[in-house]
């Protein structure tokens, strides 16, 4: 198991650990905040939308379907974990 800051491999699986800032101007992975992998979306934290942005947003940004993308946890706050199944691509913020 490879560790880097905000990220840790496990096999081919990518292991995040993030920091959401919700009702943001524009979806963005801004870089490392601490331990942790600042993400800014659009989506407001009500009913779980911000959850469901989040995981469309990383699908996205990784090259994978929504089904390769699980909230671990941190369902109901900022400080989340997340698995990426088998990435396609890595953003810059996240290249080893």
Known sequence: MSRQRGF????EDLLL???VQPRASRDEICGLLGESI???????????QANDHLIRF??????VAR???TLISGIS???KRIMIR?????????SV
């Open 67 to 69: 089904s390769q993308v």
């Open 86 to 94: 088998s990435p396609k691509r890595l953003p810059s913020e996240v």
């Open 17 to 19: 650990t993030l920091r």
């Open 8 to 11: 840790t491999w496990q096999g």
């Open 58 to 63: 990383l699908a996205r940004q990784f090259g």
């Open 38 to 48: 600042k993400v800014r979306i659009t989506a407001p934290p009500v009913d779980g």
């Open 77 to 79: 706050g900022r400080d």
